[in-house]
């Protein structure tokens, strides 16, 4: 099916998101759409979605006009969203999720035995068949539960399939079964819109591509005739010279020693020390135990097993109140479930972690806590300038990171864990972010950085650990490695 969108203009109160925006798809293309943070990206796409309504232009279907007033409009055309942020019912299982509404019936009743084969047979079509549908989706990874989101989409089979970010919690072969499974449905005719910060990823998939900066398309070209520094000077209006800051100086004394740290079904023997102005990166696939390490060093979970001392100190870090006041952090790897409240003001979300710094007997002290709240966001250039009274579920999504971090900050922690801080972030914001976290190591922060992007973990830290299967299976110096190294680690066939 076609689509052309023609002079779209969108508006939140007195200010303007969208300025006569023009777009094109065809049967078995995939457009992508890049463009920084706040260019109106999330807007377009809810528009398509039927979950925004635009206040001017027009959207053609196979050359008819159309109007969607709601999602249903859109499902009723064929256009199908997969959001950055999950929508599973955590509760219920994989196949309940996937079939709601639709299962098949023997004598009236839910037949599940032929519910869970449906299920399991279209996972498998779209090379997810690692996924067991009877599994509550509450207890998959979250790139697990993102495939299921995708698959869920593609029941109904769309003609035009949206994915936003859908690659930022993927890696490893969960990341190729996503492109083969891309290159597949543009081979069957349907229309992929596909959103990314990975310009990499955009260029080697995508037909043709659309930047969007300010709410207008600036440029619509191949990749052919693009590359990834043109496609950031198109983003952000200025060339990034230096994506990551110069290595910084030799650490100090230790900050946090682990030593045979064990949780049963999540990792085993890990044991790793943290420094004092040092970024110690950690890599590992989907399942390899390195957000349940971050969960359990926050005092989320309980080791079973294993030792942690911080400046020297054995400590139990019981719950992530105690890790608080111990002089840890924490921002995780889903901002929007756990690192802020979307229904709360930015300035509220911030200040969160500081209620009792903020507080003279018992009651709120307005004037300090708007003081260090509006630092903190001239501090970490959150956008817009004047946010603190605003939703933070308005902020784009490298700013709500930015909100996350800047809440932990307010508590001058020791040691920071950082899981995937960059996902679903573009590329100029992803430099902001880099230098932050540069001049906190700087100042004498103790970073762990848990990314799955290999070119972000070689790039911003000064020794790069690799998890595969709960272990610990090497350290690796950033300078003297390659990506095909820390990947050999990363499933257990290092030399």
């Not at 081979?187 to 260029?203: K, M, N």
């Not at 003279?360 to 509006?374: C, E, K, M, W």
């Not at 990506?483 to 050999?488: C, G, Q, S, T």
């Amino acid at each position: 099916m076609s689509l052309s969108l023609r002079g779209v203009r969108k508006s939140f109160g007195e200010v303007e998101v969208l300025h006569g925006v023009d777009l094109d798809g065809r049967p078995g293309e995939v457009l992508a759409v890049v463009g920084a943070n706040g260019a109106g990206k999330s807007t377009l796409i809810r528009i398509l979605a039927g979950a925004e309504s635009m206040d001017a232009g027009e959207l053609r279907l196979d050359g008819s006009t159309v109007e969607l007033r709601s999602p249903h409009d859109a499902h009723a055309h064929g256009i199908r969203t997969v959001y950055q942020e999950l929508s599973l019912v955590p509760e219920l299982s994989v196949t309940e999720n996937l079939l709601m509404g639709d299962f098949p019936r023997r004598a009236g009743l839910i037949d599940w035995a032929a519910a869970h084969a449906r299920a399991g047979a279209l996972l498998a079509r779209i090379g997810f068949g690692a996924i067991d549908p009877r599994t509550p989706a509450g207890r998959l990874t979250v790139a697990r539960q993102q495939m299921v989101e995708i698959a869920k989409a593609l029941v109904s089979e769309p003609k035009v399939l949206i994915l936003d970010e859908p690659s930022a919690m993927l890696a490893g072969s969960d990341l190729d079964g996503l492109y083969a499974l891309v290159h597949d449905l543009a081979a069957r005719g349907t229309l992929v819109i596909y959103v990314s910060h990975r310009l990499a990823e955009v260029l080697e998939l995508a037909t043709s591509v659309v930047v969007v900066k300010d709410g207008r398309v600036v440029a619509t070209t191949v990749p052919a005739r693009t590359s990834e520094d043109e496609l950031i000077r198109l983003m952000a209006g200025r060339r990034l010279e230096q994506i990551y800051p110069d290595r910084r100086p030799a650490p100090g004394a230790a900050r946090l020693e682990v030593s045979g740290l064990s949780r049963p079904g999540e990792f085993r023997g890990v044991s790793l020390t943290l420094r004092a102005g040092e970024i110690v990166g950690l890599f590992g696939l989907v399942g390899s135990g390195r957000s349940e390490l971050a969960q359990c060093l926050f005092g989320a979970t309980q080791p079973a097993a294993g030792e942690v001392r911080l400046e020297g100190r054995p400590v139990r870090l019981r719950d992530p109140r105690r890790a608080v006041a111990a002089g840890m952090a924490l921002v995780t790897e889903d901002r929007k479930r756990t690192g802020l409240v979307p229904g709360m003001s930015v300035r509220d979300n911030i200040a969160l972690a500081t209620m009792h710094t903020t507080t003279r007997a018992g009651l709120i002290d307005a004037g300090r806590r708007r003081r260090a709240v509006t630092g903190m966001i001239e501090r970490l250039a959150i956008q817009p300038p004047h946010c603190a009274a605003m939703p933070v579920a308005t902020l784009s999504g490298g700013n709500q990171q930015k909100a996350v971090l800047a809440k932990w900050l307010l508590r001058e922690p020791r040691v920071l864990i950082l899981d995937e801080p960059t996902r679903g972030v573009d590329m100029a914001t992803r430099v902001d972010l880099y230098r932050i976290v540069d001049g906190l190591a700087r100042a004498g922060l103790a970073v762990l950085l848990i990314s799955s992007d290999l070119t972000e973990v070689l790039g911003a830290t000064d020794r790069v650990l690799v998890m595969n299967q709960g272990r610990i299976t090497g350290e690796l110096d950033p300078d003297r490695t390659t990506e095909d190294e820390v990947l050999a680690y990363s499933i257990g066939q290092a030399a």
